[in-house]
């Protein structure tokens, strides 16, 4: 576990603490397993969007593939009678092939990474809205499909299905990131790409990579999410989300330079912006502040995080400086 990791626990312990103080139903068990729900399903998109981060790049096209291949999802197991693990596998795919198309539009056709994921925002969005005719996708009353309900918002001894899909993936992330030679590829590539190249990295390959496992992941959140609601308007289903995913990896640790950052931030990140929703829920603060207080102590986290880097990057410099005078004077001294 890196520093900022420790320090960003230490950030959640106490924010937590300060919470449960103020309103002890934090720590009721109905509220810390709705908390928990939450931090499952929005952990899954923030792992996908730390792959694409580490690579110096972005993906802003969380959230309109959340609601189109919701949206997809809904209508091939209740309208066209296809059985839902199909559907879930279909979904999949779809959200492979569109980290497929991203990772292509950005290595072979060198277009910025910005424009790319902003224009899938757009499209994703409005063939969501068009494929429904702007209505909303949803289950009908009798719908059941009690196996996949369970698998997807079930609970097991009270904790929600969607925290153990989240640490199933968090897990396998943590493995791929940073015990493997892919992920070591994905650093290298997000710190300096033409010198990863040079060295003999495939680049074209490992951020094509990086977004097709950023698109499965999300389509992943898709089926969760679309279980969660049962009803997606994709005029507004998933809106905000990447800036969500990018926020969690962030405050993680990742930087939006590429080539930093660690999974156990990002999941902690994920578990203090819901620490800090909860707060906003149970303080009774006005809906409507919501994103300003979470936006402000990012704020602060960040600024305190580049604070302390420039700190510490002082103090090395010091403590070089006066190593190397000391070795100058000890030889001025022997001569």
Same mark, same amino acid.
């Given at each position: 576990m *890196?520093?900022?990791?420790?320090? =960003? #626990?230490? =950030?959640?312990?106490?924010?937590?603490?300060?919470?449960?103080?103020?309103?002890?139903?934090?720590?009721?068990?109905?509220?810390?397993?709705?908390?928990?729900?939450?931090? #499952? =399903?929005?952990?899954?998109?923030?792992?996908?969007?730390?792959?694409?981060?580490?690579?110096?790049?972005?993906?802003?096209?969380?959230?309109?593939?959340?609601?189109?291949?919701?949206?997809?999802?809904?209508?091939?197991?209740?309208? *066209? @009678?296809?059985?839902?693990?199909?559907?879930?596998?279909?979904?999949?795919?779809?959200g492979g092939f569109i980290g497929l198309a991203h990772g292509l539009l950005i290595t072979r056709l060198r277009l910025q990474p910005f424009v790319v994921t902003l224009c899938g925002l757009?499209?994703?969005?409005?063939?969501?809205?068009?494929?429904?005719?702007?209505?909303?996708? @949803?289950?009908?009353?009798g719908d059941s499909f009690p196996t996949l309900e369970w698998l997807v918002s #079930?609970?097991?001894?009270?904790?929600?299905?969607?925290?153990?899909?989240?640490?199933?993936?968090?897990?396998?992330?943590?493995? +791929? +990131?940073?015990?493997?030679?892919? #992920?070591?590829?994905?650093?290298?590539?997000?710190?300096?790409?033409e010198a990863a190249r040079f060295s003999g990295i495939n680049t074209t390959r490992v951020i094509v990579l990086a977004y097709v496992i950023c698109a499965v992941f999300t389509a992943l959140s898709a089926v969760f999410f679309a279980m969660y609601t049962r009803s997606i308007h994709p005029a507004s289903h998933g809106n905000f989300y990447e800036l969500y995913g990018i926020a969690a990896a962030v405050l993680g640790g990742f930087s939006l330079r590429g080539g930093e950052g660690s999974i156990v931030g990002v999941v902690l990140g994920v578990v203090l912006l819901q620490v800090l929703q909860n707060l906003v829920n149970l303080l009774g603060i006005p809906s409507s502040l919501n994103f300003a207080v979470m936006g402000g102590v990012i704020l602060i986290g960040v600024l305190a995080d580049t604070q302390f880097a420039r700190y510490?990057?002082?103090?090395?410099?010091?403590?070089?400086?006066?190593?190397?005078?000391?070795?100058?004077e000890s030889r001025a001294d022997t001569a």
């Open positions: *890196q520093k900022k990791d420790i320090g =960003l #626990g230490m =950030l959640v312990l106490t924010v937590a603490a300060v919470v449960a103080a103020l309103n002890p139903r934090f720590l009721s068990p109905i509220n810390l397993a709705n908390t928990a729900n939450l931090i #499952g =399903l929005f952990g899954l998109f923030s792992l996908a969007e730390a792959f694409v981060i580490v690579t110096a790049g972005i993906e802003l096209s969380v959230g309109s593939v959340i609601a189109l291949l919701g949206v997809l999802f809904v209508d091939m197991i209740v309208n *066209q @009678g296809i059985p839902w693990p199909i559907a879930t596998v279909i979904v999949l795919v779809l757009l499209i994703y969005r409005g063939i969501a809205r068009f494929y429904t005719a702007d209505g909303t996708a @949803g289950f009908s009353f #079930g609970r097991t001894s009270g904790v929600p299905h969607s925290i153990v899909a989240f640490a199933v993936v968090a897990v396998f992330s943590w493995f +791929l +990131l940073h015990r493997t030679v892919f #992920g070591r590829h994905l650093f290298a590539v997000g710190k300096n790409e510490r990057t002082a103090r090395r410099q010091a403590a070089a400086l006066a190593s190397l005078t000391d070795k100058t």
